[in-house]
Each structure stands twice: as structure tokens, then as C-alpha cells.
């Protein structure tokens, strides 16, 4: 039987098999410009701009680094590029993840360790710095929860966890609505200005 593919025609010119994903198809360009576009919460957030998965992982890399200093620069690349298989995948709500399954755990997964490669993380990060990254990744959610997405603090604390422990990480953040260039525009500079930290660029 042949192999089932999936592909998308990206618009640097690759052609990237979401099945099959190889770090030679992927590019930070092609990412930035996917995830300026996916909106987070389905899109209902209030505003004159949806928050884009762009946005929240700028957000998430700010955290991360706040809550881990003197931490090394490759794992903050993983926390900005937490979310990247979403740039062909999308951004699902939690609930519609559990309902298909597993299924869309492993494409995530697949996807994620064909970018982890391309830009020098490996394949599968620590187990330390993903349950790092996942917590500023609910401090976020929280934070967003509460100033775009209706939630009350109480909503808020019995979804994502209080957050007494995460005020001070989160003090002087906003979340910010701009058009989608501006935060591509961004993404793709905080990712080279990483990367050539890492010594990797």
C-alpha cells in the first residue's frame, strides 16, 4: 500500500508532508507568517484584532525567561517555538483535542521534533523545560483568559490554576491586538536574534 501523505504547499516554496515532516522543509518565515494568522480561542476574543498563536508564544518566551533566569538561550528558542506545529495544524481548544484523540497528539508531536531539529533543539526537549515552558504557557492562558477571552479571575484560577505564584512573572505584561504583520514581523526577529545566540544561525 502506498504511504498516505498530507501536503501543504508553503509560501516560501517548500512542501511540507504534515504525516512526515523533515527538518528541510521547514522555515521560520513560513511559521511566523502561519501562526500571525491563527487566532487563539477560536477567535473569540474582544478587540478589533484576534490574538494570534504568534503573539501568545512571544508572550510565553517573555515568561519563560522571567520565571527561569540565566536560563540557557536554546531553551528559550523552544519556548517561543512551543507552539509552531500550529502553523499548519491550527490552534484547537483543549476540550476538541481529548475528543479526537490521540491523533492529534502524535502529528503535534511529529511536527514538533522536525522543527526542534531544524533550528538545533533536540527532537524531544527535557522533561524540566517542557513542564518549564508548559507553566508559562498556563500563566499566559490565564493572563489572556482574563483580559481578552471573558473569563473571570475565579474562571480563570479553576481552569488554568491560581496564580499568586505566577503575579510577579506576569507584572508589567499586556496583552497586545495589532495586526498580524506586526506580530510576524517580531516572531521572526525575536527567533534570529535566539538563534544567533545559540551560535546556530
Given amino acids: 500500500m502506498k504511504k498516505p501523505r498530507a501536503w501543504q504547499r508553503m509560501l516560501s516554496g517548500r512542501r511540507l508532508d504534515l504525516l512526515d515532516p523533515t527538518p528541510l522543509d521547514i522555515e521560520v518565515e513560513d511559521i511566523a507568517h502561519g501562526l500571525s494568522f491563527v487566532a487563539r480561542w477560536n477567535g473569540q476574543t474582544i478587540g478589533d484584532w484576534p ?5 501568545h508564544s512571544l508572550l510565553v518566551e517573555q515568561l519563560f525567561d522571567r520565571a527561569n533566569p540565566g536560563v540557557a538561550t536554546r531553551w528559550k528558542l523552544a519556548a517561543l517555538l512551543h507552539d509552531a506545529p500550529e502553523y499548519v ?4 481548544i483543549s476540550p476538541v483535542k481529548a475528543a479526537i484523540g490521540p491523533g492529534y497528539g502524535a502529528l503535534d508531536d511529529r511536527l514538533s521534533a522536525a522543527i526542534h531539529l531544524r533550528f538545533g533543539l533536540p527532537a524531544v526537549l527535557p522533561a524540566a523545560i517542557k513542564k518549564e515552558i508548559k ?3 498556563r500563566i ?5 483568559a482574563v483580559e481578552i477571552a471573558g473569563f473571570s479571575r475565579a474562571e480563570a484560577d479553576r481552569f488554568f490554576g491560581p496564580m499568586d505564584a505566577g503575579a510577579g512573572l506576569m507584572r508589567g505584561l499586556a496583552i497586545r491586538l495589532r495586526p498580524p504583520m506586526e506580530a510576524r514581523a517580531d516572531y521572526i526577529a525575536r ?4 538563534l544567533a545566540d545559540t551560535g546556530a544561525a
Fill in 140 to 144: 499566559s492562558a490565564w493572563l489572556e
Fill in 51 to 55: 490574538y494570534s498563536v504568534a503573539e
Fill in 135 to 137: 507553566r508559562a504557557d
Fill in 89 to 92: 495544524i491550527g490552534d484547537m
Fill in 191 to 194: 527567533h534570529g536574534a535566539l
